[in-house]
């Protein structure tokens, strides 16, 4: 199995930026899709970008695609999700996890780990 911890989270205002950090620990990082998930007060979690297992296919919710980027360094085990533009609406407890799926899943239910989550907060 593989542990994950999240950092990176904080408070920030509308049209800044944060950089979020997921390190695994455990089994090969690389054997691992990776995802980025996130859930806001009284909503169910929700996806917001998953990479596969090189980094060469990424895929994004439409809420976020063109701002958040997210990637990975095999090397070093860390996933990574780079939020521009912030906006209030992404203010949420972002989660990565890890699937053993090929597939390009969107569905939380398919990923097999989870971190504890790191709170995001963006002002208006």
């Known amino acids: 199995q593989v542990q994950l911890v999240e950092s990176g989270g904080g408070l920030v205002q509308a049209g800044g930026s944060l950089r979020l950090s997921c390190a695994a620990s455990?089994?090969?990082?690389?054997?691992?899709?990776m995802g980025w998930f996130r859930q806001a007060p009284g909503k169910e979690r929700e996806f917001v970008s998953t990479?596969?297992?090189?980094?060469?296919?990424?895929y994004y919710s439409d809420a976020v695609k063109g701002r958040f980027t997210i990637s990975r360094d095999n090397a070093k085990n860390t996933l990574y999700l780079q939020m521009n533009s912030l906006k209030p609406e992404d203010t949420a407890v972002y989660y990565c996890a890890a699937a053993s799926t090929y597939l390009a899943t969107t569905a939380s239910d398919d990923y097999n780990y989870w971190g504890q989550g790191t709170q995001v907060t963006v002002s208006s």
């Open positions: 455990g089994r090969t990082f690389s054997s691992y899709r």
């Open positions: 990479i596969s297992r090189v980094g060469v296919n990424r």
